[in-house]
């Protein structure tokens, strides 16, 4: 069983950052892809960006929701095994709980994993 531990969640000013992370307990290299998404109260979990892995760091491939706008970064931290979600310029409607999730391919069956979830709150 894979657990995703995310941190970096917090309360932050209107134009604030805050980068969240993303610790899978196997290699990130494991994985096809890792992505974030938020979710608030009585809405659906929207997708935020996603980082599919390429053979190396350079073949790489993200994708970002329309919202993103430029203003977040997904990355990796081979090193670290952690992928990181920069989040710049906030606004009061990137609150949400945040949530990491990811998936990979063993012996043809997919197998998708979710965190727990780290809240993000944007003040006016």
């Known amino acids: 069983q894979v657990h995703l531990v995310e941190s970096g969640g917090g309360l932050v000013q209107s134009g604030g950052s805050l980068r969240l992370s993303c610790a899978p307990s196997?290699?990130?290299?494991?994985?096809?892809?890792v992505a974030w998404y938020r979710q608030t109260p009585g809405k659906a979990r929207d997708l935020v960006a996603q980082?599919?892995?390429?053979?190396?760091?350079?073949?790489?491939?993200?994708n970002y929701a329309d919202f993103v706008n430029g203003r977040f970064t997904i990355s990796r931290d081979n090193a670290k095994s952690t992928v990181y979600l920069q989040m710049s310029s906030l606004k009061p409607e990137d609150t949400a709980v945040y949530y990491c999730?990811?998936?990979?391919?063993?012996?043809?069956?997919?197998?998708?994993?979710w965190g727990q979830g780290t809240q993000v709150t944007v003040s006016a």
């Open positions: 196997a290699s990130i290299h494991s994985f096809n892809t």
């Open positions: 999730n990811a998936d990979q391919l063993v012996s043809g069956v997919r197998y998708e994993y």
């Open positions: 980082l599919r892995f390429g053979v190396f760091e350079t073949d790489d491939r993200t």
